[in-house]
Each structure stands twice: as structure tokens, then as C-alpha cells.
């Protein structure tokens, strides 16, 4: 089982520092009408929108604008979305990973090419960069809920495949395929997830410098102001004197 993951915790706590509130709940907001769209408006019954519910109460969504996301799949004016990813470079060569939702494929495409090169870095094809990452399921619990010991024993009984456990919280890590399954057992466990959702994990990370990490992160801000891109992924990593400083 590895260590404490520093990417993890920076992309962590950046997608909770970063985004506006009113512009991450639109997005939350937009995957719950489309997990609902696409499967039963009951969260029980379709683990894409009981993690897509999940995720919108870790980040404080209320409750009643949950309920209008699932509602609004079941009208007839309903918009439909595309699911989209785009993979590119941004600087110092880091691999970047973008997911859309969009009801017009060409105008995003032309905001995020158009991003990317502003920001110094350049849009590739699809599978330019997919391969250094893992498609993965992360369960982030915070340190109160248990020591390392503990929360490494109900991960394991859960089906996991690694914790990473450090001050802050403990990262479990499950094959993309079981994370409703991982995520339930965990919850019988230790109780309510801070996060539970599938993310992008990299096999191998670059590391920035001051410069280079200031300029990754307006080219990350500048994509997730989009409204039509859901999440960004990149594969850096900094240090903690890096890391005070931005």
C-alpha cells in the first residue's frame, strides 16, 4: 500500500478552494440531471447518480437543488449533453486531462483548444496523454474518522486496492468498476465519505517550480471557469515550499 499522495491532496483541496460556488454547483447540478437522464431518477437504483448526489452534498449542494436536478431529467425539456474528454499539454510538459458536458460539441472544442493555447500549452488528440493515467475510484475520509490501521482494515474488507493515509485524511483507492460498492461498505463502516467520486490518477507525475506551477494552475482556472468543462486533471506535483507559496 503507497504512502500519502500529495497530488491527491492538492486536487483535492483546490477543487474546493478554486471553483466559484454558484459555478460548482451548476456542475454538480448538470451531472446529476444527466446521471438521472440516463439510468432510474432513484438514487438507489443507479450508482452513477447516487455518487453524482454524493459528491454535490460533500461540496455543501442543498438539498432542494439536488432534487430539481433529478426532476428537471424527467421533463421533456430536459437539454442533452454530450460527454466529451479533451487531453492536451499544459507548460513544463504536464499531461492534462479535461471532461465536458456540452450541448455543442464545436463551440466547446474551440473554447478549450483556444484555453490551452493562451495558457501555453497545446490540445492533442484523444489518447494523447489517457495512458498515464488510471481510470480509479477515491474515497477521501478526513484523519478523525480512524487511524491508518483502522481505515486500512475496512478498506481492504471493503474490496479497495490501496489507502493512502496522511495528517489531513486518509485517500482510499478501488478499481473504477466497484466504487458504489466500496463506497457502501465504507459507509457501513466509518460513516458519511468527505468525497467519494472517479477520478483520473497518474501513473507518473512532473514536477513544477513556482513559475511552472503558477502558470499550470491559470491555465486549470482558466478551463474550469468554462461552463461546459466538469473537471480538469493534470499529472504535477509540488513541493511543500511550492505549494506555501502559491
Known amino acids: 500500500m503507497a504512502g ?36 432510474d431518477p432513484d438514487p438507489d437504483k443507479n450508482p452513477r447518480l447516487r ?15 439536488i432534487e430539481r436536478a433529478i426532476k428537471k431529467s424527467q421533463g421533456g425539456d430536459a437539454d442533452t449533453y454530450e460527454e466529451i474528454r479533451y487531453e492536451g499539454y499544459g507548460p513544463g510538459g504536464v499531461a492534462v486531462i479535461v471532461e465536458a458536458m456540452t450541448d455543442n460539441r464545436n463551440r466547446t472544442a474551440s ?76 459507509e457501513a463502516e466509518l460513516g458519511e465519505s468527505e468525497a467519494t467520486r472517479l477520478v483520473w490518477k497518474p501513473g507518473t507525475t512532473t514536477e513544477l517550480d513556482l ?10 482556472e482558466a478551463l474550469e471557469d468554462d461552463d461546459d468543462v466538469q473537471k480538469v486533471t493534470a499529472n504535477f506535483e509540488i513541493s511543500d515550499e511550492v505549494m506555501a507559496e502559491l
Open 111 to 186: 473554447n478549450v483548444r483556444s484555453t490551452f493555447t493562451k495558457h501555453g500549452g497545446n490540445l492533442g488528440e484523444t489518447g494523447s496523454v489517457a495512458f498515464m493515467f488510471e481510470r480509479k475510484g477515491q474515497v477521501i475520509y478526513p484523519a478523525t474518522a480512524g487511524d491508518a490501521d483502522t481505515i486500512m482494515m475496512a478498506a481492504i474488507e471493503a474490496g479497495a486496492e490501496d489507502v493512502e493515509s496522511g495528517e489531513e485524511e486518509h485517500v482510499v483507492w478501488c478499481a473504477d468498476t466497484d466504487l458504489a460498492a466500496v463506497s457502501n461498505a465504507l
Open 211 to 220: 513559475e511552472g506551477a503558477q502558470k499550470l494552475m491559470r491555465l486549470i
Open 51 to 65: 455518487l453524482a448526489v454524493k459528491e454535490a452534498k460533500s461540496n455543501s449542494v442543498p438539498k432542494d437543488v
Open 4 to 39: 500519502h499522495s500529495k497530488w491527491a491532496n492538492i486536487q483535492h483541496r483546490k477543487g474546493r478552494q478554486d471553483a466559484a460556488r454558484s459555478k460548482l454547483f451548476s456542475k454538480l447540478s448538470k451531472e446529476i440531471t444527466v446521471a438521472a437522464k440516463m439510468g
